[in-house]
């Protein structure tokens, strides 16, 4: 047992020491410490292989809930999915593609990256795919950053960005909100000789701000141009026209900032997997080079294909989620006598806080119990809200309903 830990101790240290020492010392240390490794490994066979550091530090991702603890059906109000599901069309293109399931899919993604670069205005080989924009976060910390790097992004933020940071064995650097939101100056305050990367989602997630396209142009204008900004808009479709952050058109001119949008908001293809970016031709060289072969399935890419086409459903998913977020925020603004309080949104959710004497646990078991899970988010610094996505209108009717009887209004 005690050589066991000895020996665990000792490869991890042998292995990081293989990583960073010089070349001559390397190659010397490397015979010792693996015939001494053999040696102790020899002498007991409960000697396991020893995760990099910096992997156990990573608190593992938890998705959103989709029943109640004692397995009940409940509505999904806690993974800012659509509430309307996917559109038809993408749906019959899903199904049409199971006839050419025997073969790889295109790895370059041709006809996908075309219709995106023809809807934004953009260069389709400036365009990377990824199984998901999450893939791509990982992506681009992998291409840019290491250990003694550091990353950088605000406290509330996507809950993927301390693993990509760490996951690649660079330091993560969590700076302030300013009152939920995304402050610009705290960024630009932490910046060091070590930062590679700046992740801001925007709007972000959990919190639901906005940070306008003047803040953007701030942000990226005080930064180091070595560093690398990256803009998540995974909720950006859920925005007015007049509020473009104007990510892209960094994206078009800077030789620093990586814009990652998704088909799994809006357009109602979480379960796809399909994600893209864009950036300068030399990011997405670079990144291209760690990319896996094939990002996502045949079907995956007809349905967003056909996805990006279904205007009407875009239009009606938009303008039923302003609808009922503005109306869940003036629903909320009348319960603020009990302690609550909704951080001004502009995505399909909305971060609802618990200052009074409910808390927003008894919230969210009351809300279960009454039959919606929504997001209460103890684990990323936030014991004292819950993230509420937009459901339906028989959704939303009934959970305001229930969320006044629980705070007892
Ligand atoms: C801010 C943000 N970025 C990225 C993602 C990842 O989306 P996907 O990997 O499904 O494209 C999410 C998903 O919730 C998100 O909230």
Same mark, same amino acid.
């Given at each position: ?24 010392? =390397? ?5 010792? &410490? +693996?015939?001494? /490794? ?16 910096? #992997? ?24 800012? %999915? ?20 025997? &073969? ?24 990377? *795919?990824?199984?998901?924009?999450? %893939?791509? /976060?990982?992506?681009?910390? !992998?291409?840019? &950053?290491?250990?003694?790097?550091? #990353? ?27 009152? *939920? ?5 705290? #960024? ?33 204008? !005080? ?11 995974? *909720?950006? %479709? ?7 952050? !104007?990510?892209?058109?960094?994206? +078009? ?19 796809? =997997? ?14 291209? +080079? ?23 459903? #875009? ?9 009922? =977020? ?39 078991? !009351? ?43």
């Amino acid at each position: 047992m005690v050589l066991a830990g000895a020996a665990q101790r000792l490869g991890r240290h042998a292995g990081n020491w293989l990583t960073i020492g010089p070349e001559p010392m =390397r190659a010397g240390l490397c015979q010792s &410490a +693996r015939a001494s /490794l053999k040696a102790l490994a020899m002498t007991d066979e409960r000697l396991a292989p020893a995760p990099k550091d910096w #992997i156990m530090a990573i608190a593992p991702y938890v998705p959103g809930k989709s029943t109640t603890d004692d397995g009940r059906a409940v509505a999904k109000m806690s993974a800012n %999915e659509s509430p309307f599901g996917t559109p038809e069309a993408a749906r019959a293109a899903y199904r049409a593609a199971a006839d050419a399931l025997q &073969a790889y899919p295109d790895s370059a993604a041709v006809k996908l990256r075309d219709a995106l670069a023809a809807r934004h205005g953009l260069d389709p080989a400036r365009i990377i *795919y990824g199984t998901g924009s999450d %893939e791509l /976060l990982h992506l681009v910390a !992998g291409t840019f &950053a290491g250990p003694g790097d550091e #990353i950088i992004f605000p406290r509330f933020s996507f809950s993927v960005y301390p693993i990509a940071t760490r996951r690649v064995g660079a330091t993560p650097v969590v700076v302030a909100d300013s009152d *939920y939101a995304t402050d610009v100056d705290a #960024i630009l305050a932490a910046v060091t000789d070590r930062t590679r990367m700046v992740y801001i989602a925007n709007p972000n997630n959990p919190t639901g701000t906005f940070s306008a396209r003047a803040e953007i142009a701030r942000l990226h204008a !005080g930064l180091p141009r070595d560093v690398l900004l990256v803009i998540d808009q995974a *909720y950006s %479709e859920y925005l007015d026209p007049a509020d473009d952050d !104007g990510g892209l058109d960094l994206a +078009r001119s800077a030789p620093n900032v990586l814009v990652t949008r998704t088909f799994s908001k809006i357009f109602g293809l979480a379960s796809a =997997r399909v994600g893209w970016g864009y950036a300068s031709a030399e990011i997405i060289d670079a990144m291209h +080079r760690i990319r896996a072969p094939f990002s996502f399935g045949i079907g995956s890419e007809q349905a967003a294909l056909a996805a990006l086409g279904a205007h009407d459903f #875009i239009a009606h998913s938009n303008a039923h989620n302003k609808v009922w =977020r503005e109306r869940l925020e003036a629903e909320v603004a009348t319960l603020a006598n009990k302690g609550l309080r909704a951080v001004p949104s502009k995505a399909n959710f909305s971060l609802i806080l618990f200052e009074g004497e409910v808390s927003a646990e008894t919230a969210y078991q !009351g809300l279960m119990d009454a039959g919606y899970i929504v997001r209460w988010l103890p684990g990323q610094e936030l014991p004292h809200a819950l993230r509420i996505s937009i459901g339906t209108e028989e959704q939303m009717t009934g959970l305001i309903a229930a969320l006044r009887r629980i705070v007892g209004a």
